[in-house]
């Protein structure tokens, strides 16, 4: 997807036309961190039961899982392992699960993978989708004697079994392979997680259908699930589904919903739309007055996270004296921070060096030296 920046129309330092702020380089891909919780984070979806008490009303075996839960949350996990190996011996696939959750992480005694793996075997045969899945995570680690090729077998065991969570894992890890011959099972399995109304999937899903390079680049559809992200609190998707709205991209123009989802973005503190929201402020866009003075406080937020198009809206704001007073050392030094190297980022811009090359000519040489040093210390950019 792209970005949006467009001409402002202002003159810089009056040292010559109008800088037009056009961008002309694809933006990056802004999606949400990996979705997949990683093995030391497992365990949370476990139902826990704080009640440990035995009574008439339950067998052997739940009062054991009981008291395993109820120990686990006060933090006894000593005693929860103890329990939970009871209710696994009952053929209770929660208390497999739990033993080889403490097992695996050493909550009670030295870790140990190969035993955590037994009883997390264990509740996988006993039908516990999320064991399969952690066992996919640690094949593809190769832990505890596991290899990653069976990483794909506990996926497709676990995502057959009808759990969206997994239908949502398995159409990653058939993503991530690679393998055109299986990017019809990948969408599959995403469509019927993101169908199935696990949000999580909801971006993933869009990506693949919009962007993937194995995808069907269906990028009307890929707008509809950017948007149902978006609104789910995945503040990468609502950037991407605002972007295109404004652009009418895989669809009509729709500039006040578009510029809504931006909002969505920025208000999760997302930097790379903080920029672009600071951005339609300025310019009045997506039926909103335009409104300089909040647009360099969002410029500055998200320069101060780093983005580099709120680097170089927060220094030409500076410089013209437009929603904040003119200074041309603070324009200067954010310039510098805008040009800084980044990973995966060409940093050619032929306006920013237009900007940059004006604030040089205007500001004394110690000016200069100064503000590169304090600019290099604070963005790396050496």
């Given at each position: 997807m792209r970005c949006i920046l467009a001409s402002f129309g202002l003159i810089v330092i009056g040292a010559g036309p109008a800088l037009a702020l056009q961008d002309t380089s694809p933006a990056p891909q802004i999606r949400k961190t990996d979705p997949r919780p990683g093995i030391e984070e497992w365990g949370s979806s476990i139902d826990l039961d704080a009640v440990g008490e035995a009574g008439p009303w339950r067998s052997f075996t739940d009062t054991a899982m009981a008291r395993a839960s109820a120990a686990y949350m006060r933090g006894d996990f000593s005693g929860a392992l103890i329990h939970a190996e009871q209710a696994a011996a009952g053929g209770e696939a929660r208390g497999a699960a739990l033993a080889g959750h403490i097992r695996l992480h050493g909550l009670a005694g030295a870790p140990d993978d190969a035993v955590a793996i037994s009883w997390l075997r264990r509740a996988a045969e006993l039908g516990e989708t999320d064991a399969l899945i952690i066992l996919s995570r640690l094949a593809l680690e190769e832990r505890g004697g596991?290899?990653?090729?069976?990483?794909?077998?506990?996926?497709?065991?676990?995502?057959?079994?009808?759990?969206?969570?997994?239908?949502?894992?398995?159409?990653?890890?058939?993503?991530?392979?690679?393998?055109?011959?299986?990017?019809?099972?990948?969408?599959?399995?995403?469509?019927?997680?993101?169908?199935?109304?696990?949000?999580?999937?909801?971006?993933?899903?869009?990506q693949a259908l919009g962007d993937w390079v194995h995808g069907p680049r269906d990028i009307v559809a890929a707008r509809h699930w950017y948007a149902r992200a978006g609104e789910t609190g995945d503040p990468?998707?609502?950037?991407?589904?605002?972007?295109?709205?404004?652009?009418?991209?895989?669809?009509?123009v729709n500039q006040a919903e578009g510029a809504r989802l931006i909002q969505i973005a920025a208000e999760y503190r997302l930097p790379a739309a903080m920029g672009q929201y600071a951005l339609l402020l300025f310019q009045g866009a997506g039926g909103r007055p335009a409104n300089p003075a909040e647009a360099v406080d969002w410029a500055r937020q998200g320069a101060r996270a780093n983005d580099p198009d709120s680097q170089f809206l927060l220094a030409y704001a500076l410089a013209v004296g437009d929603g904040a007073p003119r200074d041309l050392e603070r324009a200067y030094y954010w310039v510098l921070r805008a040009g800084a190297p980044r990973a995966g980022r060409n940093v050619e811009d032929s306006d920013r060096d237009r900007l940059q090359a004006a604030l040089e000519q205007a500001l004394p040489s110690a000016s200069r030296d100064r503000l590169r040093l304090e600019a290099a210390a604070d963005g790396g950019l050496f």
């Open positions: 596991l290899s990653a090729w069976q990483a794909r077998t506990f996926l497709a065991r676990a995502a057959e079994s009808g759990d969206a969570r997994a239908a949502h894992e398995f159409g990653l890890y058939l993503m991530e392979q690679g393998d055109p011959g299986v990017a019809e099972d990948a969408l599959n399995w995403l469509q019927l997680a993101a169908e199935s109304g696990h949000t999580e999937a909801f971006g993933d899903y869009a990468g998707a609502a950037l991407i589904a605002g972007v295109m709205m404004m652009q009418g991209e895989g669809g009509s």
